[in-house]
């Protein structure tokens, strides 16, 4: 099966950029989308079809997805950005077609 | 907009089955476009898909949990449900119904708040 790969934690200070990365082969044939997962909280969609915001996110936040590695990346970080963040594609050749990545730990200094 | 709302019992028995309704408020489920789902979070772990369903009955389960998992829906009630049998300490998780909306790749958008089942005797 289809199989994403995240670092587990990234670090960031207050106001510089953060990127977050989603591996995957041919990641970019594929439709990526990212959740923002607070701790006691339920996943909510920051990022979907690679680089589209939903209504109330952010404009700091963007995505963009190409040949191996899909990036959301979060500009002008915010101590309220600490948080985990999840890839996920469907994988449409496969019985298991909802593949979600390991999570990435945004850690603002 | 939408809103979803998990219920069901915290505290379930090895062996068991765990039973969870999802509860769907500000659109109805019966007028389809959407399938309803299942995730669930293991402590401190990642997203694991369980399956989901249309309006119509049909559905789709993770080959993984294919065998021990139900899903139906009440229109009626603008809900739709969760069983999982033969529970063990394993299937001890936070449990999110999400919806999404019926195409190829569309995401997971609105989750429920999530409810925490402890699988223990």
């Known amino acids: 099966s289809y199989v994403l790969t995240q670092p587990p934690s990234v670090s960031v200070a207050p106001g510089k950029t953060a990127r977050i990365t989603c591996g995957g082969n041919?990641?970019?044939?594929?439709?990526v989308h990212w959740y923002q997962q607070k701790p006691g909280q339920a996943p909510v969609l920051v990022i979907y079809y690679d680089s589209d915001r939903p209504s109330g996110i952010p404009e700091r936040f963007s995505g963009s997805n190409s040949g191996n590695t899909a990036t959301l990346t979060i500009s002008r970080v915010e101590a309220g950005d600490e948080a985990d963040y999840y890839c996920q594609v469907w994988d449409s050749s496969s019985d298991h077609p909802v593949v979600f990545g390991g999570g990435t730990k945004l850690t603002v200094l | 907009q939408v809103q979803l709302q998990e219920s069901g019992p915290g505290l379930v028995k090895p062996s068991q089955t765990l039973s969870l309704t999802c509860t769907v408020s500000?659109?109805?489920?019966?007028?389809?476009?959407?399938?309803w789902s299942w995730i669930r979070q293991h402590p401190g772990k990642g997203l694991e898909w369980i399956g989901y369903i249309y309006y119509s009955g049909s559905t789709y389960y993770n080959p993984s949990l294919k065998s021990r998992v139900t899903i139906s829906v009440d229109t009626s009630k603008n809900q739709f449900s969760l069983k999982l049998s033969s529970v063990t300490a394993a299937d001890t998780a936070v449990y999110y119904c999400?919806?999404?909306?019926?195409?190829?790749?569309?995401?997971?958008?609105?989750w429920g708040q999530g409810t925490l089942v402890t699988v223990s005797s």
């Open positions: 999400a919806r999404r909306e019926r195409g190829g790749t569309e995401p997971f958008d609105p």
């Open positions: 500000g659109g109805s489920i019966s007028s389809g476009g959407y399938y």
């Open positions: 041919n990641i970019g044939s594929k439709s």
